[in-house]
């Protein structure tokens, strides 16, 4: 039998149980959510121990693009009562995974998920899109850099205009051809060890030093 992803285009099946546990700790308020697609689900396999010291839950789903985190957004972070969430995406989007997707569409749907958590009086921070010189086997998208660059720039200016906090994962693994430095990935997209050691170094800079 297969599965027809219509049936939960989004996969809010993935976390629905987890979530529901997650609700019955009385500590929940303390705790982080990072929202965002592969980048974000295999960190915690390569640092179970910087999730767990941090009180992080990791709400990840590969393959994701911004329109299915938009959709989630409420069952997997906001209904969870953390004191932040972080949202990182765009990736899949640039990469066509849900189809067809422009800047200010991806721009559009990280900004909303954005503005659903601070109504709900969450903190949130956004991320920068890791750099990407091409993706693998596709020579079809044109130019995933200057993409790339307008769309972090864009949220950058986002956060400025409304106090949040930005996170720039990009600058510090981005080479001279404004891809991912070799040493931080195997295949140009996706982070090794060494490259979330970084990001973890980026995360304990920026939103773990906030009271």
């Known amino acids: 039998m297969t599965t027809d992803i219509n049936a939960d285009w989004a996969n809010l099946a993935k976390y629905r149980d987890a979530n529901e546990k997650l609700k019955e700790i009385s500590f929940?308020?303390?705790?982080?959510?990072?929202?965002?697609?592969?980048?974000?689900?295999?960190?915690?396999?390569?640092?179970?121990e910087f999730f767990k010291e941090n009180n992080i839950i990791n709400r990840g789903i590969s393959g994701q693009t911004t329109p299915q985190m938009l959709v989630r957004i409420k069952q997997d972070a906001v209904h969870l009562n953390p004191k932040f969430i972080v949202i990182n995406g765009g990736t899949n989007d640039i990469a066509g995974n849900t189809g067809p997707s422009t800047p200010g569409m991806i721009i559009d749907n990280i900004c909303s998920m954005a503005e659903i958590a601070t109504k709900n009086d969450i903190d949130v921070a956004l991320s920068t899109i890791l750099?990407?010189?091409?993706?693998?086997s596709r020579d079809d998208i044109v130019d995933p850099p200057k993409t790339i660059s307008f769309i972090n720039s864009a949220l950058s200016e986002y956060c400025k205009q409304n106090d949040l906090i930005f996170i720039d994962y990009y600058s510090p693994v981005?080479?001279?051809?404004?891809?991912?430095?070799?040493?931080?990935?195997?295949?140009?997209?996706?982070?090794?060890?060494?490259?979330y050691v970084v990001m973890e170094k980026v995360i304990r800079d920026t939103i773990l030093t906030v009271e």
């Open 174 to 195: 981005v080479d001279e051809k404004k891809g991912l430095k070799s040493v931080y990935s195997t295949d140009g997209v996706h982070p090794t060890k060494e490259g």
């Open 28 to 48: 929940a308020r303390d705790r982080i959510v990072f929202v965002g697609d592969s980048i974000t689900e295999s960190w915690i396999e390569f640092s179970p």
């Open 131 to 136: 750099p990407v010189y091409k993706y693998p």
